[in-house]
């Protein structure tokens, strides 16, 4: 299982590298133009303060144009570029374009033939987004275990689950065998929080035996 923080913001990035569990990060261009800072100054200073991934959405729209983008955003994060590529008729030629360069991931996914697409244009990732299937299909609470299933005989190709609104939401995906999670940073830093562990905790402190 690996988790990500869904941010551009850098104080956000930064301290969810502080807690030492984060593989890194996924953008959008929704969420970089959230940062008070340019695209390319917020991806640089996240590859500084992060170790792990980092995800950058193309937005070109064409595909030399994508390949271009691709080319621009590995001289700013080099080995911890995932590209983000849309599940379009035209995504999935690019990926099948770049896979060989760059890891890739194919985002937006809202059908299960659309992850086999994914795994045959040799994408590392296949991501849906969970709460926005769940409102938007009739059956789109399933369409995560249904991506599982059918990519479970590849090794080259994992799900990612994207937008979560809630706890249950979070559970709901790695219940069905979702190893990666994306997560944004007021729902992450609420996953730690447990009254119940803290009053365990409180009482177990309330001895004050201890070797400080």
């Keep these: 299982m690996t988790i990500f923080v869904d941010s551009a ?7 969810a590298a502080s807690w030492g569990w984060i593989g890194g990060a996924t953008t959008n261009p929704s969420l970089l ?11 640089q200073k996240m590859a500084e303060i992060l170790d792990g991934y980092i995800f950058y959405q193309l937005i070109a729209p064409t595909l030399e144009g994508m ?14 570029l995932v590209l983000k590529i849309p599940a379009t008729t035209l995504g999935f030629q690019v990926a099948a374009r770049l896979s060989d360069d760059y890891c890739c991931s ?15 244009c040799g994408a590392r990732y296949a ?5 926005r299937a769940k409102q938007w299909m009739p059956d789109g609470a399933e369409l995560g275990p249904k991506m599982v299933h059918l990519l479970a005989g590849y090794e080259n190709i994992e799900v990612m689950a994207a937008s979560f609104k809630t706890k249950q939401e979070v559970l ?6 979702v190893k990666h999670l994306t997560i944004k940073f007021d ?5 730690a929080d447990n009254e119940f562990s803290q009053k365990a ?6 001895t004050g035996c201890g070797i400080v």
Excluded: C, W
């Design 9 to 15: 913001i850098i104080e956000e990035v930064q301290q």
């Design 33 to 43: 133009a959230k940062s008070p800072l340019p695209p390319r100054e917020t991806l």
């Design 67 to 80: 390949v271009h983008e691709a080319l621009e955003a590995h001289h700013i994060l080099q080995d911890q």
């Design 106 to 120: 194919i985002t937006a996914i809202f059908a299960p033939e659309q992850a086999l697409l994914a795994q045959a």
């Design 127 to 131: 991501i849906y987004y969970h709460n």
């Design 172 to 177: 709901k995906a790695a219940s069905a065998g």
């Design 187 to 191: 729902l992450l830093k609420s996953l």
């Design 201 to 206: 905790m409180d009482d177990f402190n309330a």
